[in-house]
């Protein structure tokens, strides 16, 4: 079966500290992948895509992914976290169904930044 | 500025009663969403809309229902079928084409059964 995965509940970071946010895809075909941020009581806010090309996506506040096809991964990574950066982060990929694709969310994981 | 707008931003239904919650876009996307929000089980797709007049059934439509007369607008129903609406729910929407885009999300609606 197609779908996403985010091992982590919520993830824990001090200030400063480099942020990684696993993601892990099974599709059939090419991947195309996407990062979420949610803040509370808010919509979900796009940070990044990888649709095709360099390994290495960046995005929005900082952010960036890697794209690893061996690994079926696409980590979330930002190299000095804020406490601004604290909310819910969703990894999402497209599923086709025919010729149209709609996103598959995973579960979401928890960022916590302690100053 | 485009985007898409949800109203209203929270809701209070008493048990028995139908509410409908509204999602605009102008950003003249083909596709339309709605997803249903619980804490720790991320997001749950209800209903979704690629065109005008046409939508499907997602994981979780028992006790909701909606209509697309509009390109612009999906209106959700929570019927009184819905035994446990009280979450967050969110609309969304997308182009349709061959290149892959994500969804623009809409702020929220918080609904609770009181």
């Known amino acids: 079966a197609q779908s996403v995965a985010q091992p982590e509940d919520q993830v824990n970071v001090a200030e400063g500290n480099p942020l990684t946010v696993k993601c892990t895809y099974s599709v059939s075909g090419n991947p195309y992948l996407f990062w979420y941020v949610q803040y509370p009581n808010r919509g979900l806010q796009f940070l990044l895509k990888y649709i095709t090309g360099d390994n290495l996506v960046k995005g929005s506040y900082g952010f960036e992914a890697e794209f690893n096809k061996s690994q079926t991964s696409f980590h979330l990574k930002k190299p000095s976290a804020l406490v601004s950066d604290s909310a819910l982060y969703f990894c999402?990929?497209?599923?086709?169904?025919?010729?149209?694709?709609?996103?598959?969310f995973g579960a979401g994981t928890q960022v916590v930044v302690t100053p | 500025d485009g985007g898409i707008t949800q109203s209203p931003k929270y809701l209070f239904r008493k048990e028995g009663q139908n509410v409908t919650l509204s999602c605009e876009q102008n950003?003249?996307?083909?596709?339309m969403y709605w997803y249903r929000q619980d804490p720790g089980q991320g997001l749950r797709l209800i209903y979704y809309?690629?065109?005008?007049?046409?939508?499907q059934k997602g994981d979780i439509a028992e006790g909701y229902s909606v209509s697309r007369e509009k390109k612009e607008s999906f209106p959700l129903t929570v019927t009184s079928a819905q035994k446990n609406p009280t979450a967050f729910y969110l609309c969304?929407?997308?182009?349709?084409?061959?290149?892959?885009?994500?969804?623009?999300f809409g702020s929220g609606t918080r609904l609770t059964v009181v």
């Open positions: 809309s690629q065109i005008v007049n046409d939508f």
């Open positions: 969304a929407s997308s182009i349709v084409g061959q290149e892959p885009t994500g969804y623009t």
């Open positions: 950003l003249n996307h083909d596709a």
């Open positions: 999402a990929v497209i599923i086709y169904e025919g010729s149209w694709g709609k996103l598959q």
